[in-house]
């Protein structure tokens, strides 16, 4: 199966989401995160730095299940990355 590239707009939106997630953690180990959302640290590892950019939903789910985020709110704040994304390539 060949799979469609990345827009920019899409590896932007997965580092942010990387951000907001790695935020949520905060002191929290890495490894007692991701045992709790049932997902290896190498796949947390890879969304909080970008690597996997439109990770599964279900992964995400588990994600903002463990670190108490709100899966609407986090869906907002992407849309929002969108939006200050694109009002900064108007200004410039």
Excluded: N, W, Y
């Excluded at 995400?60 to 907002?76: F, G, P, S, T």
């Amino acid at each position: 199966m060949v799979r469609t590239p990345l827009t920019s707009e899409q590896r932007d939106r997965g580092r942010a989401l990387g951000q907001i997630l790695r935020a949520a953690r905060g002191p929290r180990p890495a490894s007692s995160v991701a045992t709790e959302a049932g997902i290896s640290i190498e796949t947390l590892r890879k969304i909080e730095r970008g690597a996997i950019a439109v990770p599964a939903f279900f992964t995400v789910a588990a994600l903002a299940r463990v670190l108490h985020l709100d899966l609407a709110e986090l869906a907002r704040a992407l849309d929002g990355f969108e939006d200050r994304r694109d009002d900064a390539s108007m200004a410039g």
